[in-house]
């Protein structure tokens, strides 16, 4: 089979993969337990998995946080920073603004937020998925604590002015988050440089293994930006409490330093592979429609409609094919994407929608195969 679902999860690159083996065996210690070399091998292990990932993203080590994915990341943003300012003060009203196309464990944590007294905007975004400067600073409310955006929409791609926003965040103080768990190990950033505050990656997207992610908090000494989401033993500055996931730390740290040493290189590449499948695709099938950013978009995503084509009833005969009918996210949900409906796609059009992404084991070869079997399924 040809997989084109490389947004929704990656395989383990064999680097990575053979890097974490030890830590099942022989380095299979604590890095809590500071009196034994079992222990200090495996705290070296996770502090320079720390130094990887934040040399990937501009940040100083000490300002990564360990966390079981971008769900907690996202998570913990929102909640850990509601309990700080309560904490702070109680009787202060809070504003909180995101937008309508964000990833569900944004979108549902906000729902929550409000539930606990938060007022939430969620911003409408332009057709490509966009949110407009201009609405996001009508929105600013005195009481104003929190924007979080989304860097590289899951479904379709789009790229947003996260340089743009930070500063509109930095100069009426209000706090900035931003889901990059599509952006981390594509594109090139530096969190220090455009003022982020908090944001949220996970490591299964970028070739690393599932089920471990971190969130930048950006320092600011003495205090530190949010409340812990999860208390225990003190982990993790007492940030993230839970003994350590070590492999996957080790496995997560590698994986972004590969995702660096190659980031130039795989942009060019698949942006050049994605261009070349969607001429293919435009020329092979009448009638397709691009759904997102025509160019700011991440190089490896396609997100696109066969108006009148079903995609449920295309992917019995697309079994070769890894797709995706909107972010593999949603599990068993056969609600309309909230997605394509935020930017405007016709409610009878977003059925009629596939997800092809691309990654580091992608050729031309294989897109040449799924343009074929992707024709041949509409001309059934
Ligand atoms: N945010 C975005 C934009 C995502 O694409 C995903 C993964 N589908 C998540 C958050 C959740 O990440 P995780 O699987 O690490 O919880």
Known sequence: GIYLDYNATTPVDPVVFHAMEPYFKEHFGNPASAAHHWGWIAENATNKA?????????????????????????????FGLISKLR????????????????????????????KLGVEVDFLPVNSYGQVEIETLKKAIKPH?????????????????????????????????HTDATQAFGKLPMNVTDLGIDLMSFSAHKVYGPKGIGGLYIRSKDPKVLINPLIYGGGQEKGLRSGTLNVPAIVGMGVAAELCKNTLEHEYERQLQLRNFFWEKLKAAIPG???????????????????????SEQLLPRLQKLGVSTGSACGTGSMSLSHVLLGIGVAPDVVPCTL?????????????????????GSISH
């Open 288 to 310: 397709i429609i691009l759904n997102g950013h025509p160019t700011e978009r991440a190089p490896n995503n396609l997100n696109v409609s066969f108006p009148g084509h079903k």
């Open 355 to 375: 997800r092809l992404s691309i990654g580091r084991w992608t050729t031309q070869e294989e897109l040449e195969r799924a343009v074929e079997i992707l024709k």
């Open 144 to 176: 104003t604590k929190l924007m979080s955006f989304i860097w590289v929409n899951n479904e379709i791609g789009t790229i947003n002015p996260i340089a743009e926003i930070a500063k509109i965040a930095k100069e009426n103080q209000i706090y900035f």
């Open 50 to 78: 720390r130094t990887q990932v934040a040399s990937l993203i501009g940040a100083k080590p000490n300002e990564i946080t360990f966390t079981a994915g971008a769900t907690e990341s996202n998570n913990w943003a929102i």
């Open 87 to 114: 904490e702070e003060n109680p009787q202060e009203p809070l504003h909180f603004i995101t937008s309508t196309v964000e990833h569900s464990s944004i979108m549902k944590a906000m729902a929550a937020a409000e």
